[in-house]
């Protein structure tokens, strides 16, 4: 697995450090971060629960956040109607919510009824965003043509958005940037069976790629099993290997897009 040790004020795109995971460590994670050059964070929303915990971190230098109900919440029963109806509060006072999600479809947590019901919570998100331009944080698995043709009916906010933990093919990646998203690549691409990934990497141009640890999941090989956006530079390096460019472009490439996504870290 190609590595590097460090990087130059980089960005997690993706990760969730309000998770009871990081409770015992929490201020060493990100020392250790800053250690390696990350210096952008940005946690994404789950569920009403958590956003008060993600808008404590987002006092920290460096952090934002998103809120929104994930669509395993959704397929699990939670209460969309409450979730949506607290939803405009993440965006008001203090260290505010930048952005909408996540939000989207998994097949892998619905059949077809829980799919419908995912899908309407998605299209409840991509409205609220709309009308208050903000980007959205989509989380699709198994689930990329039903989106794109959902995306491409309702339409996204002029702010954009981004496909966290991008799983789709590279035939897949100019269908979903000519909608005006930016397509986030984590730790499987650094895995050696991930040849589509890799592929799909190497074909996301420059000014819509960003990297993500999605920590504390989906850990590069050969590392801890708990993520942590330490980690975020294997990620980077095996992005550049597979685009045949240095870890060091990826970085600054990835670095610019966040900030023009989310606001300045």
Not at 156 to 183: I, K, N, Q, T, Y
Not at 238 to 258: D, E, K, L, Q, Y
Request: glycine share 8%; charged share 20%.
């Amino acid at each position: 697995m190609p590595c590097v040790d460090t990087l130059d004020h980089a960005v997690d795109a993706h990760c969730h450090l309000d998770v009871e995971d990081f409770a015992a460590d929490r201020d060493a994670v990100f020392e250790r971060a800053h250690r390696v050059g990350v210096r952008g964070f940005v946690v994404a929303g789950v569920g009403p629960e958590a956003w008060g915990a993600q808008r404590t971190l987002a006092a920290r230098p460096g952090v934002k956040w998103t809120a929104g109900l994930h669509p395993v919440a959704v397929a699990d029963g939670a209460d969309v109607d409450a979730a949506l109806a607290a939803l405009p509060q993440a965006f008001v006072g203090a260290h505010a919510a930048v952005g909408v999600g996540e939000t989207g479809l998994d097949r892998r947590a619905a059949h077809a009824p829980t799919l419908d019901r995912q899908e309407a919570a998605f299209r409840a998100h991509l409205a609220f965003a709309r009308e208050r331009n903000l980007p959205v944080v989509l989380h699709l698995v198994a689930c990329y043509a039903r989106a794109l043709d959902l995306l491409r009916r309702d339409g996204l906010p002029p702010a954009g958005g981004m496909v966290h933990a991008w799983s789709g093919g590279p035939e897949l990646v100019r269908d979903f940037c000519a909608l005006g998203l930016h397509l986030s690549v984590a730790g499987l691409v650094a895995h050696p069976r991930s040849r589509r990934l890799r592929a799909a990497a190497a074909a996301i141009p420059f000014d819509r790629l960003l990297i993500e640890t999605d920590a504390p999941d989906m850990a590069p090989p050969d590392l801890p099993r708990r993520n942590e956006p330490a980690f975020l530079p294997a990620i980077a390096a095996a992005v550049a290997a597979a685009r045949g460019c240095t870890a060091h472009a990826v970085i600054v490439s990835t670095a610019a897009n966040a900030a023009r996504l989310f606001g300045p870290f």
